[in-house]
């Protein structure tokens, strides 16, 4: 795999947390020789990596995503297994949320790296200087929206880390203005990343020009969102592979199709006291078979099991199904396959993330998978500007069908002909077989107001967001308000 060289440097030149129970406020600002980095090309381009770094721990962003919808259950090994994501699937997590407070924590993280880049922009200058500050704008906008998804206002800061006793004096942000920190940054990078970056994994104008229709989008400005994604889609170089079988095969991974996607590989190893060290995808193991014996796949430990609805969501003839979804006791029938059953086991797998056979693996299997998150597709381009274009003000049924038939085509499907709220609802239909598993779900029930339909247990008015940690609030001097009902 073809990944972004991490450095040596991340702890040292990133003053930040590395353990799983660090909080980004319980961090004394160390400046050893902070002031003294940033004094070459290189040095830059080093901080910037660093930045990158903190995207492998969007692993649990992205279970969570699926496990707190209607797509999939918490599973594992009982009712006691990562309590905290338990909770989430039940809809009974608190502010003492373990992995919550993680995702706080790794996100924060992560915009603090790429603030420490900004922190420093104007102190030499070079050929293409741009273009990393391009990148480290670009992080801060994916992890601020990763922040924003989960919890709603948050503190932002901007070109400057996030230190200890800052807590004291920076409150949370109201929502709208991080978002409007977001677009900003994502307009930057837009105008000044290439079509192609200078290394596999790096963000591109076309990346960029995706996450903000995706910004756009959760904030209903269909016509912004409309506008981006059709540049993209009629300017980048991006297409739908026609074998879609091998989408999430190492072979599928940086494909045509790809518009951004998280590096992983197993270079480096961790243990589950510090599961964000890790360079490998976490998820995978997670989401693997119990117990597993028998071809093609590795044993995990059964979390985050799809549900009977995410697999009766799919069309007859539709190829996407077998991709998303494997129907263990079937496979187990068909090859000799042998499996244990886990907590609230449904017979069915993620199939797109969960480990083969053969994936190179030189540390512990479980935490050091290879295989890539496909963090937005061409095809999510495709179905949110379809979304943007029936939904603007100057709705366009006519391209928002192109769009989504597209998609449709794509899995053996006939077109569609609905106009108007119908097409609407046949949009947000596509998103949830198209996207299976890849954890958008929750999220797009949350911001299409379906979420109280669709979740059980949801409770409207307080599950929209997700507590901030109660830790952060007490070191802030309980200045930080709590999301409503918490």
């Known amino acids: 795999m073809n990944t972004i060289i991490k450095s040596i440097l991340l702890t040292l030149v990133v003053l930040l947390p590395t353990s799983c129970s660090d909080s980004f406020v319980e961090v004394k600002p160390n400046d050893q020789n902070s002031e003294d980095y940033f004094n070459t090309a290189e040095e830059f381009d080093l901080a910037v990596v660093s930045a990158y770094d903190l995207l492998q721990s969007t692993y649990i962003n992205v279970m969570l995503g699926e496990i707190a919808s209607d797509n999939t259950l918490a599973g594992g090994e009982s009712s006691n297994d990562a309590p905290g994501i338990q909770e989430i699937d039940d809809m009974r997590h608190t502010p003492l949320n373990a992995q919550l407070r993680d995702i706080w924590g790794w996100m924060f993280a992560g915009v603090n790296r790429a603030n420490y880049v900004m922190e420093f922009q104007n102190k030499i200058d070079f050929t293409g200087k741009n273009v990393l500050l391009a990148e480290a704008r670009f992080l801060r906008a994916y992890y601020y929206f990763e922040l924003v998804k989960f919890f709603g206002d948050v503190p932002l800061t901007v070109d400057k880390r996030f230190l200890f006793g800052d807590q004291f004096t920076v409150g949370r942000t109201p929502k709208a203005e991080v978002y409007a920190q977001i677009e900003q940054d994502l307009i930057y990078a837009s105008a000044n ?46 297409r739908l592979v026609t074998d879609y079988d091998n989408m999430f095969e190492s072979v599928g991974e940086n494909n045509a199709e790809s518009v951004f996607e998280v590096q992983y590989s197993d270079k480096e190893g961790a243990g589950f006291g510090c599961l964000q060290c890790s360079e490998g995808n976490v998820a995978v193991g997670f989401n693997g078979i119990r117990n597993y014996n028998g071809p093609k796949y590795d ?88 979304e943007a274009n029936n939904k603007k003000s100057s709705a366009d049924a006519i391209k928002s069908q192109a769009y989504l038939n597209r998609v449709r085509n794509r899995a053996g499907l006939s077109n569609t002909t609905l106009t108007g709220d119908a097409l609407t609802n046949a949009i947000y239909r596509e998103r949830r077989v198209e996207l299976a598993g890849e954890g958008h779900r929750f999220f797009d029930l949350v911001r299409t107001s379906k979420a109280q339909e669709s979740i059980p247990n949801f409770t409207v008015g307080k599950h929209e967001v997700f507590p901030i940690p109660a830790i952060e609030i007490q070191l802030a001097g309980n200045r930080w308000t709590q999301n409503p009902n918490y």
Do not use: C
């Open 299 to 386: 044993s995990g430990f059964s979390f985050n099991v799809p549900t009977s609805g995410l697999a009766n969501a799919f069309e007859p003839g539709d190829i996407r199904k077998r991709v998303a979804i494997l129907d263990i006791e079937a496979w187990a029938a068909s090859t000799g396959a042998t499996f244990v059953k886990g907590y609230e086991h449904t017979g069915y797998y993620n199939n797109k993330y969960i480990a083969r056979q053969g994936d190179l693996n030189t540390g512990d299997a479980n935490l050091t998978n290879p295989n890539n998150y496909r963090a937005i597709r061409f095809a999510d381009v495709l179905l949110m500007a379809a």
């Open 193 to 238: 990343l290439p079509a192609v970056g200078k290394q596999t994994g790096r963000a591109t104008k076309g990346a960029a020009q995706a996450l903000l229709g995706k910004a756009y989008l959760f904030q209903n400005k269909y016509a912004e969102a409309a506008e981006v994604l059709e540049q993209l889609i009629t300017s980048g170089p991006y």
